[in-house]
């Protein structure tokens, strides 16, 4: 396969998603619609797949499929001089989540072979289609509902799924991934921006990705209702019926464990050192020194995506409202994935 064919049909790939989000509807050709229809149609099939959330999700797509932001991508890798196929079973938690591994599959000179995620079964075969179509057919791939006649397997699941997979796949060379949260630590003199930012950190999804902040580490003396605040800007959420359903059944849960939280009609807070926190509740604590917070986070390395904080922290972090918008080469669950692919 010819790899600059490949690259040249993403960037057009990203020209042809960037020309269908700008565009009205009454401005739509034949391809357009169907491109709504299938939106529309996902939407329908898995309600959390809001028609805001997947082109939030087509959007990060196409800001990152430049030539120049695959060219310094790739060029950090060697693609494989002989062909593999390679297992992909695909998430389904936020919209295209499955995407980078089909990409870096094609990229690295193998052929993905692709068991989709009953939650989102439309948009990554329109996507490869294009891509196909784009490229001069110089992508080739294949979908499968059940997993046959491959070389080595990338599977995302949750911790419980882990076990089963590491098990099945274990004579097989495999990235087995599982369930991570990330974190957000504020140093208590952040800018009424930059905390909304964070509520984009938090809500994005309606929190469902590994990327989105589930625990918060604050001040001792930092006010709960400045992040309140913050959060208004998404008071919307609860208008949603399953995330509705997660508030109220949660809510129920801490009222009747008359457990102390705090809550402002959407999402409730909770001064809790677990990591994971359910939908609708931010876990958070009181620090008072820098080093407690260290020490969590090593301890909990395994199972953190990512860390939201300013530079100044000194925690290998990302900015605030940046969790949703990884590059190429940032990987779900920090494992190289073309390093992987580079030696199977």
């Known amino acids: 396969m010819n790899i600059e064919n490949q690259v040249l049909g993403l960037t057009k790939l990203s020209d042809y998603i960037k020309e269908y989000l700008a565009k009205n509807t009454e401005d739509y050709n034949e391809n357009d619609s169907d491109f709504e229809l299938l939106l529309e149609k996902t939407k329908i099939e898995n309600q959390w797949f809001t028609i805001e959330n997947q082109k939030f999700a087509l959007k990060q797509w196409a800001d990152l499929l430049t030539k120049e932001n695959i060219t310094n991508w790739l060029e950090e890798y060697s693609a494989s001089k002989i062909s593999k196929r390679v297992g ?16 870096s599959v094609v990229l690295s000179n193998h052929i993905p072979v692709i068991k989709l995620s009953s939650k989102d079964r439309y948009m990554i075969p329109f996507l490869l289609k294009k891509w196909k179509d784009f490229s001069d057919n110089e992508v080739e791939y294949e979908f499968v509902e059940k997993l046959e006649n491959f070389d080595a397997v990338i599977a995302t699941g949750s911790n419980n799924t882990a076990r089963y997979l590491e098990y099945y796949f274990k004579n097989h060379l495999h990235i087995i991934r599982k369930n991570r949260t990330s974190v957000a630590v ?26 989105n902040v589930t625990r918060l580490f604050i001040p001792q003396d930092f006010l709960i209702d400045k992040l309140f605040e913050s959060f208004i800007g998404f008071q919307d959420i609860i208008n949603h019926n399953k995330y509705a359903n997660n508030y109220d059944y949660n809510r ?48 909990n390395e395994e199972n953190i995506q990512c860390i939201v904080a300013k530079d100044e ?25 073309m390093k992987f692919l580079e030696v199977i």
């Not at 931010?282 to 301890?299: G, H, P, T, W």
């Not at 925690?315 to 920090?334: C, K, M, R, V, W």
């Open 186 to 211: 504020l140093k208590g003199d952040e800018t009424e921006e930059e905390l909304q930012l964070l509520a984009n950190d938090i809500f994005q999804y309606f929190g469902l990705g590994c990327r």
């Open 252 to 299: 129920a849960v801490y009222l009747l464990n008359q457990d102390k939280f705090w809550d402002n009609n959407f999402v409730m807070l909770k001064e809790d050192d677990k990591l994971f926190s359910p939908l609708s509740v931010i876990n958070f604590s009181r620090y008072s020194s820098l080093e407690d917070v260290k020490n969590f986070i090593a301890e």
């Open 313 to 337: 922290l000194g925690l290998d972090s990302i900015h605030f409202g940046e969790a949703q918008n990884p590059g190429l080469d940032t990987y779900a669950d920090n494992v190289d994935t």
């Open 88 to 103: 992909l079973i695909l998430a389904g938690n936020i919209p295209l989540v499955g995407f980078h591994d089909v990409i």
